[in-house]
């Protein structure tokens, strides 16, 4: 009796424990995404948030619009005799665009301007970037890989007759290559296109482009052609749409930054290895990274992109402001504007070359930087991709070591005697230290052309370029480590803030001047850390600066002859004026902002809380100004607080 009772109890004890397994197993399945984003979020709040979740005072003025570039108005819209395109057309223009997000971006914007100008239909470009990297997935042509062709056609139909593909006789005599292509050079004029292509458009009816620079028309055009660059605006801020997919997780990633009510301040480092090499910024990186540099320097020598010797004082180059700023400086420069240690930033930029050692000081300064990967969990990154095809690994097999019996043998076969010793077994190479994307520096000259998981890698990052974009361009503050490089091509940064100065002209975008920065820090070598007041205040009026008409002034001289949607104004804004000028905001555009301001005052005075002592932002600037003007040389020498 007593041994059957005990059968029972453990019986139920099995059973309850399967039972547990069971219910543990189903809340970890359900609640994975959960459990991963509370780790992935969990940001260290400000110490300066009250229960209700508000700021300080201090904090919220680094927050605030700038007031004189409110009355810069998005409108892109067409203002003199603009028909609509006639059908049938001059004919068809089909296109290959290669390079990088930005690139692609630019190149889709002149193309259209371009079919526009030849009165011809534009067949959906090609994006070559995603379409030759192996097992991208099927569900996606190259187009729509990035963005919403359904969006792309509609929004234009005003402008340019879009299709997306040509007829099928047309398309099988392509395949035939009977159509002539081509190669125009970057920033081409539009009596290019008037004198070389339009014929050959009418005579065949249709004719290709290969596009490689990131542009194929002049940025800034004659004012008679000012309809061309809103036509420009309306391609890059309102038809190129992103896909549903990337856009829902990139607002995501704006919901989940922006977690409590708190803002974030998004920062593209520009560390690109490609505008390094440019610049010859090599030595500002280490080891393997300074010889990656200068390799692929040589290779712009040789390909003629680079008229400069191979190498060059990347010192010297900085204090010119030809090198970017490093992620260090960019912290120490937050922290010289007062920004608080426990900020949410977001690292924009899907390559940042010299990886998380680089970023190793500013995270020590702000432990709240996160990028896409700290945001999104694998599974909802993976979601964009698709069904991708499976790839064979870059499998590396060791040579095989010889034993003993295989040595004796060789020795026994080795010939008549008296001859050397044969040498001793090489060590094989294990696959960790073959593997990598810089492992062939040491052993090769040349760098090996890029595997089929390179090229899939390449078209992942259009993706994560494009969920940066998105956060960057929502973002409450920006900040560039890299804009206007020199190179001649569009940066990342340049587009963001290009969409920022559209969009919302009084929103926080810093627009810093390398030159006036490196050789103020080259001024505080021996105090980084701890600056003296004087220079945290000149650090501070100038990125105030940059953030009003002094930053909008160098972006017109150095970015917009690069590229025109770095620095869309005035062609594709209106200003609120109470006189009547030529550039003035429509009638109801005034109204509706009147409209919008009012409920937005009203909100503001629910929820702010007054200023301490009504002091006004401009006044505690002048202020700091006027004390750094008027410091004795022994207050000069005191050392600064930087959490002061």
């Known amino acids: ?169 047309l398309k099988e005599a392509r395949r035939r290559k009977e159509f002539r292509t081509f190669k125009p050079k970057k920033s081409a004029s539009p009596d290019y296109y008037i004198r070389e292509l339009l014929p050959e458009l009418k005579k065949v009816k249709v004719v290709g482009l290969v596009i490689m620079d990131g542009g194929c028309l002049q940025p800034i055009l004659a004012s008679k052609l000012v309809e061309y660059q809103r036509l420009r605006c309306r391609v890059a801020f309102h038809a190129l749409h992103f896909r549903p997919e990337i856009l829902a997780l990139a607002h995501l990633m704006v919901k989940r930054l922006r977690a409590s009510g708190q803002p974030y301040l998004a920062y593209h480092p520009g560390l690109v290895r490609d505008s390094l090499a440019y610049k010859g910024c090599a030595e500002l990186f280490q080891d393997v990274h300074t010889e990656l540099i200068q390799y692929r320097r040589a290779q712009m020598i040789k390909q003629k992109t680079v008229h400069d010797e191979l190498t060059v004082d990347s010192f010297i180059r900085k204090l010119n402001g030809s090198c970017p700023l490093m ?168 587009l963001v803030i290009g969409h920022r100065l559209y969009e919302m002209a009084s929103a926080r975008t810093y ?46 001289i150095q970015s917009k002859p690069i590229s025109f949607l770095s620095h869309p104004i005035p062609e594709c804004s209106c200003t609120i004026s109470k006189t009547s000028s030529q550039n003035t905001c429509p009638k109801w555009m005034e109204e509706s902002l009147a409209k919008s301001r009012l409920q937005e005052s009203a909100t503001l005075n629910e929820n702010e809380q007054p200023d301490d002592d009504g002091i006004d932002e401009e006044q505690m600037d002048s202020e700091d100004e006027s004390k750094a003007n008027n410091l004795s040389p022994l207050e000069e020498d005191v050392e600064m607080d930087p959490d002061d």
Request: proline share 8%; aromatic share 10%; with cysteine.
């Open 1 to 169: 009796m007593f041994r059957s009772k005990i059968k029972w109890v453990a019986l139920g004890g099995l059973v309850l424990s399967f039972l547990s397994l069971l219910v543990h197993m189903f809340v970890a399945n359900t609640s994975v995404e959960l459990v991963q984003y509370s780790v992935m979020t969990r940001f260290i709040e400000d110490l300066n948030i009250d229960i209700a979740g508000k700021q300080g005072v201090r904090s919220q003025k680094l927050w605030k619009k700038i007031k004189p570039l409110e009355v810069l108005q998005p409108y892109a819209n067409p203002r003199s005799h603009y028909p609509v395109p006639v059908d049938p057309s001059n004919g068809f223009i089909y296109a290959k665009i290669f390079g990088e997000f930005e690139k692609i971006r630019s190149s889709i914007c002149d193309l259209v301007a371009i079919s526009r100008l030849l009165n011809a239909t534009l067949v959906i470009p090609e994006i070559q970037e995603s379409t030759t990297s192996k097992g991208i997935s099927s569900e996606f042509k190259s187009f729509s890989y990035l963005y919403n062709e359904e969006q792309f056609i509609t929004s234009l139909k005003n402008d340019v007759i879009i299709v997306k593909n040509l007829p099928p006789k």
């Open 327 to 494: 992620p260090e400086e960019v912290g120490l420069l937050l922290r010289a504007m007062g920004y608080p240690p426990t900020i949410r930033i977001y690292l924009a930029g899907s390559e940042t070359f010299g990886g998380q050692r680089v970023m190793i000081p500013l995270r020590a300064m702000y432990t709240n930087l996160v990028d896409r990967s700290n945001l999104c969990n694998k599974h909802e990154l993976n979601k964009l991709l698709g069904n991708e095809a499976p790839l064979p690994s870059n499998s590396f097999n060791p040579s095989p070591i010889k034993t003993a019996k295989t040595l004796k043998k060789e020795w026994d076969q080795a010939g008549p005697r008296p001859r050397p010793l044969p040498p001793p077994p090489g060590r094989p190479i294990y696959q960790h230290e073959k593997e990598g994307w810089y492992g062939w520096v040491a052993e090769k000259d040349s760098e090996p052309d890029p595997s089929p998981i390179d090229l899939r890698d390449k078209a992942h990052r259009l993706l994560w370029d494009a969920l940066d974009y998105v956060v960057s361009v929502e973002a409450d503050a920006f900040f560039p480590g890299f804009n206007n490089d020199g190179s001649g091509w569009p940066d990342f940064s340049s």
């Open 511 to 556: 627009r810093p001047d390398r030159k006036f920065l490196a050789n103020l820090f080259n001024s505080t070598e021996d105090h980084f850390y701890f600056p003296k007041r004087r220079w945290t205040l000149a650090a501070r009026k100038h990125l105030n600066d940059s953030l009003g008409e002094e930053g909008l002034k160098r972006q017109f």
